[in-house]
């Protein structure tokens, strides 16, 4: 049987009363300026500095890409953040990283020095 009858009648019971409970509402959240530029460009300068010593070209265009995204978290209004900053620091890391292995690899190729590292890629080659 339905609630609202009783077992034996026809009569219909009364609904109880509702009660309404207020909802808060919650507050709204604006977007943080600069719009995460600076945590994609904080990505981008960490893996120019991984890519460095193994594909120095990567490394540069990683490190161009992570400077563009810095400059954008700026322009759109973003404060000088850790995350920010330290985009820049590594995106300059991996681009003297790269140089110096760029460096090394030629000094390796042009001394013909069997002792380095690289020399042996010349022995191999040779």
């Keep these: 049987m339905n609630d609202y009858y009783d077992d034996n009648r026809d009569e219909r019971r009364e609904e109880p009363e509702r ?3 207020p909802i808060p509402e919650t507050p709204r959240t604006e977007p943080r300026p600069g719009g995460g530029f ?3 460009a904080l990505i981008f300068g960490i893996l120019s500095v991984f890519a460095s010593s193994c594909a120095p070209p990567v490394s540069l265009i990683l490190s161009i890409v992570a400077f563009v995204f810095v400059r954008r ?10 995350a920010s900053v330290a ?3 590594l995106a300059g890391l991996g681009i003297l990283f790269s140089i ?4 090394l690899v030629v000094y390796a190729f042009v001394t013909k020095d069997p002792n380095s590292i690289y020399g042996y ?3 191999i080659e040779a």
């Design 87 to 89: 985009a820049a620091l």
């Design 73 to 82: 978290y700026h322009a759109a209004g973003g404060e000088r953040s850790g």
């Design 19 to 21: 009660v309404q409970i």
């Design 100 to 103: 110096l292995a760029v460096m």
């Design 38 to 40: 600076d945590t994609t």
């Design 121 to 123: 890629l010349y022995q």
